[in-house]
């Protein structure tokens, strides 16, 4: 069985870097068919797609994100890791790690069929 | 404000049907398959429909899907406690490059 752990800092100081990791198990990270990434989640609001990657390093970011996000992926620890720079308190959220199935159509990898229980950062000094 | 339009509650009665509308645009749903996402609360998200009215295995046929033009529908039939939770509907839109979700719907069984 599929299984994705969030892991990481629960508290992040404003200005400063947001940093988790995803420990993919029961799967490989390496697999040709999947990409893997992450969504978020502010409290008490809706998702929020943030990017992608696939295990040979190709990323999509979300462009109003992009500026500040880099996803990295380690094939060797079947996990993936989420920077998100310069964070302010509206980055506050539940981050999710989420396996990206192919749509079918568009030619991207945006279906959403395995997730994480996700990880809340909260961004305060 | 999410790109795509969801009513932000709906509610019915055990046994009732109840459709949760998504409307969108030509560079969104207009183009491309809808997606459907269930969210209990404290728990992640799970893949309820997907390509515009497929079900994964394990998801009750109570549950479809359905997309006309640049809006879509999510109708459960034989509504049951166990259904309130949060809706979402998600596609891929062509002028953003990206993901984008419904704001969610929140069904209330009463």
């Known amino acids: 069985q599929l299984q994705l752990q969030e892991s990481g800092p629960g508290l992040v100081k404003p200005s400063e870097t947001l940093s988790l990791t995803c420990t993919v198990s029961g799967g490989s990270i390496s697999s040709t068919d999947y990409y893997w990434g992450w969504i978020r989640q502010p409290p008490g609001k809706g998702l929020e797609w943030i990017g992608n990657?696939?295990?040979?390093?190709?990323?999509h970011y979300n462009p109003s994100l992009k500026s500040r996000v880099t996803i990295s992926v380690d094939t060797s620890k079947n996990q993936i890791s989420l920077k998100l720079s310069s964070v302010t308190a509206a980055d506050t959220a539940v981050y999710y790690c989420?396996?990206?199935?192919?749509?079918?159509?568009?030619?991207?990898?945006?279906?959403?069929?395995?997730w994480g229980q996700g990880t809340l950062v909260t961004v305060s000094s | 404000q999410s790109v795509l339009t969801q009513p932000p509650s709906a509610s019915g009665t055990p046994g009732q049907r109840v459709t949760i509308s998504c409307s969108g645009s030509?560079?969104?749903?207009?183009?491309?398959?809808v997606y459907w996402y269930q969210q209990f609360p404290g728990t992640a998200p799970k893949l309820l429909i997907y390509r515009n009215n497929q079900r994964p295995s394990g998801v009750p046929d109570r549950f479809s899907g359905s997309k006309s033009g640049t809006s879509a529908s999510l109708a459960i039939s034989g509504l049951r406690s166990e259904d309130e939770a949060d809706y979402y509907c998600a596609t891929w839109d062509v002028s953003l490059r990206g993901v984008v979700f419904g704001g969610g719907t929140k069904l209330t069984v009463l």
């Open positions: 030509s560079s969104n749903i207009g183009g491309n398959y």
């Open positions: 989420a396996r990206h199935a192919y749509d079918g159509s568009t030619g991207y990898y945006f279906v959403f069929d395995y």
């Open positions: 990657i696939y295990y040979s390093g190709s990323t």
